[in-house]
């Protein structure tokens, strides 16, 4: 905490002493923006994303040698080859439906049309026969 005392009272006087107005506010964005630099996105070329691919549907996980070594046969950045694993790995769970507690999508369908088309002996619905028992009662 003594290291920072100096540091903090540096800044609390360089912050009283500049006024709020627009430019200063502006500037102050700039400069701190500037610490914090981003990489410009990568583009990745269809030819590259199809090998890339393959490979995913052989092994979506691949480990650090692996994916040096598809980064130097394919010429990208060893992180942009290592992010594009981690995004294609989320692509996939959101495209995968989830598991309905164990039970199978074709159980969860059946299970769900039947209560939903539920006829009585009338030929109504389970709607209908709601709706009757909440307009008699």
């Known amino acids: 905490m003594c290291k920072l005392r100096p540091l903090l009272a540096r800044w609390l006087e360089e912050a009283d002493s500049t006024n709020g107005s627009p430019a200063n506010i502006a500037l102050q964005e700039k400069l701190a923006a500037a610490g914090r630099k981003r990489k410009k996105r990568t583009s990745i070329e269809i030819t590259i994303k199809g090998a890339l691919e393959n490979y995913f549907l052989k092994n979506p996980k ?72 909440e307009s008699s009662g």
């Not at 130097?72 to 692509?91: A, D, Y």
């Not at 959101?94 to 030929?123: F, K």
């Open 62 to 133: 691949p480990s650090a040698q692996e994916i040096s070594g598809l980064a130097h046969n394919l010429q990208l950045e060893k992180e942009v080859v290592r992010v594009w694993f981690c995004n294609r790995r989320q692509k996939e769970k959101r495209m995968t439906p989830p598991n309905m507690n164990g039970m199978g999508e074709m159980e969860y369908q059946s299970a769900s049309h039947s209560n939903d088309q539920h006829n009585s002996d009338d030929g109504s619905s389970f709607s209908d026969d709601l709706f009757k028992c």
